[in-house]
């Protein structure tokens, strides 16, 4: 996108194999009923000359309530049969951040994510601290069970199954489950957020990139705001989202060239996902490497869009 937009948010709703052929009508309407609705509640808050922070926050709130989509209560299930959520947020105006990893009790963990960051000298809380910190700040708590859906369940027992004959069915060949969202406001500042449920039949306390600022999720008022999904080790090795920012702001590469480059640093080792930006100076997009990644932008005085396939 030019340069033009006074504000733009872009969302996303994790990268994969999903095929234009393959994917069930039905499916296909509810993702993008899913990023329609985030695109307009994190717009909203910009049109009316809310932050950055605030629009990124309240776009991937949406997706964590949607079932739909691997995060808060769409998450998946760890191979002991629980859920583990991890969130990230920061403001590229201060270069605040807030993170948590492996809480399981906070319905909306990027708004814990956003307590660490306002209310905590500290960028990443885990597991039983996290959570209870989440209760100390009076975020809405729930019951393990609002969290389950049942083709998460039986995804984690179709690899229970496998595993027992000898197979693998490892997310490389799955849809990676993560979302987030990135922002520009009407004063130039940027925002990028990130949540994810993890991987189906993750095992020993396993954390991938959302929830580590630089790697899933970053933002820099000098370059670009990023929020990144995929094979999160991946990620995590090149550092991706901070690589895009870095060539950004030491190279002067705009960002979609920096977005491709990384992410075919990414593919050199073997690495699927995408990532979505939105630059410093008011451009906005994304990148990926995989047949899919559900993402929508929407920019001040513009329609909706979103998109599913590689083709679109």
């Not at 969130?87 to 956003?114: C, F």
Request: charged residues 20%.
């Amino acid at each position: 996108m030019p340069s033009s937009a006074s504000w733009s948010i872009v969302v996303h709703g994790g990268s994969g194999r999903m095929m234009r052929g393959t994917t069930a009508p039905e499916i296909d309407t509810v993702y993008r009923a899913g990023l329609r609705t985030a695109l307009v509640k994190g717009g909203a808050v910009l049109a009316s000359g809310g932050d950055a922070v605030s629009a990124v926050e309240a776009a991937v709130r949406v997706l964590e309530d949607d079932p739909h989509f691997n995060a808060g209560r769409g998450a998946v299930f760890t191979a002991e049969g629980h859920i583990e959520l991890d969130a990230a947020i920061m403001a590229g105006e201060t270069g605040a951040a807030g993170a948590v990893a492996g809480v399981t009790r906070t319905k909306n963990p990027v708004s814990l994510a956003r307590a660490v960051m306002e209310n905590t000298p500290h960028v990443l809380l885990a597991r039983d601290g996290a959570d209870a910190f989440s209760i100390v700040q009076g975020l809405e708590q729930a019951d393990p069970g609002w969290f389950r859906v049942e083709a998460r369940w039986q995804a984690l027992q179709a690899m229970r199954a496998a595993a027992a004959r000898g197979e693998s069915l490892f997310d490389k060949t799955l849809k990676y489950g993560t979302v987030g969202a990135v922002a520009r406001d009407t004063a130039g500042h940027l925002a990028a957020a990130t949540s994810t449920g993890g991987l189906t039949g993750k095992r020993w306390g396993r954390i991938g990139d959302s929830p580590l600022i630089g790697a899933g999720t970053w933002a820099d008022d000098r370059s670009v705001a990023i929020s990144a999904t995929g094979s999160g080790e991946d990620f995590i090795r090149i550092a991706a989202a901070h690589e895009i920012s870095a060539r950004v702001r030491l190279l002067g590469e705009i960002p979609q060239t920096a977005a491709d480059q990384v992410l075919t640093e990414l593919r050199a080792i073997n690495g699927d996902g995408g990532v979505i930006f939105a630059g410093h100076d008011g451009c906005s997009g994304w990148s990926f490497n995989t047949p899919s990644m559900l993402r929508g932008r929407l920019v001040a005085g513009g329609d909706v869009t979103v998109a599913i396939y590689d083709d679109e």
